[in-house]
């Protein structure tokens, strides 16, 4: 027969396992306290999840306190009108055709000195980071662009170009040149050495080595530098659609000053900041889907 009883130097087994644990389970799993409150602790210190509609905030709260200002009386109409006369205007301008007829040239400019600078910055990027050679020939004039704000080029550029359509398109295009070749050289120049060492290993082609390493290494870099771009495109356009120009909205907005219209005037700067605002937006919305593959503090 089998003695089943126990003695004082055999304790008996508890079924939680050694220090309170259930067998096949680790210290560290959950459902035991303190790494549990570790875990939510490291949680902490994150910014948090992802607010729905969060670009869209700060704007908002901003649109509340002006137009709290106006229906208090605190804020002078003359100087800053009420976001509803601001816009009725706008729908004024709507019905008569002059909103929609400056928002298109505007586009149209900001768009082709957008192309122009993205891809002029993106080949001079490329070369420059994947040569030496083109380094030492690029990456020079470049930084010294960098340093020159474009707008002190106006003149000089005004000399060249005159005063019509190509001055403005260029001066739109240098400005979004620098911050793409900026970024996406950048971009190329971290790229790991391992990723370089793996290609040469596996015989990968110059060809295939740039579309397999080099352009995915530089997205990061390079959508970073759209989003910079984007603005700078709006940026500049508000000032040279103010240098002899028939139409667009910073046109708009100069003949308003010479009349007084101070509405007509808000309503052009709220449509530079949507267009801002909104291009922002969708350039984060790629960068979003095509860095997925990417874990970072803000995910």
Do not use: C
Not at 135 to 141: L, M, N, T, V
Not at 284 to 295: C, H, M, S
């Amino acid at each position: 027969m089998v003695d089943t009883r126990t003695t004082a130097s055999s304790p008996p087994v508890s079924p939680t396992g050694p220090a309170g644990t259930r067998p096949g389970r680790r210290p560290d799993s959950p459902g035991t306290g303190a790494p549990v409150a570790d875990r939510r602790t490291r949680r902490r210190l994150g910014p948090g999840r992802p607010i729905r509609f969060g670009p869209l905030v700060g704007p908002a709260l901003l649109l509340g306190a002006w137009a709290g200002g106006s229906a208090a009386g605190l804020l002078d109409p003359r100087f800053l009108p009420a976001p509803w006369t601001i816009a009725g205007t706008a729908i004024d301008l709507v019905a008569t055709g002059r909103l929609q007829e400056h928002l298109l040239t505007s586009l149209q400019r900001a768009g082709l000195g957008l192309v122009l600078g993205v891809a002029f910055g993106t080949i001079a990027a490329v070369v420059s980071g994947l040569s030496r050679w083109g380094e030492s020939i690029i990456d020079g004039p470049v930084q010294i662009k960098r340093a020159i704000p474009t707008l002190a080029l106006m003149p000089l550029l005004i000399l060249w170009l005159g005063i019509g359509e190509s001055m403005k398109v260029i001066t739109i295009a240098l400005g979004v040149f620098v911050h793409i070749y900026i970024q996406t050289h950048n971009g190329l120049r971290s790229i790991d050495s391992r990723y370089v060492e793996l290609a040469e290993t596996l015989g990968l082609t110059h060809r295939a080595f740039i579309r397999k390493v080099v352009l995915p290494g530089a997205l990061p870099g390079f959508l970073l530098g759209m989003r910079f771009a984007v603005t700078s495109a709006w940026l500049f356009l508000a000032v040279v659609e103010q240098i002899n120009s028939t139409s667009g909205i910073g046109y708009m907005m100069d003949l308003a000053r010479t009349y007084g219209q101070t509405d007509v005037i808000f309503v052009g700067i709220v449509v530079y900041g949507v267009l801002g605002l909104a291009s922002d937006m969708a350039v984060r919305l790629v960068q979003r889907r095509a860095l997925a593959w990417r874990r970072t503090l803000a995910d």
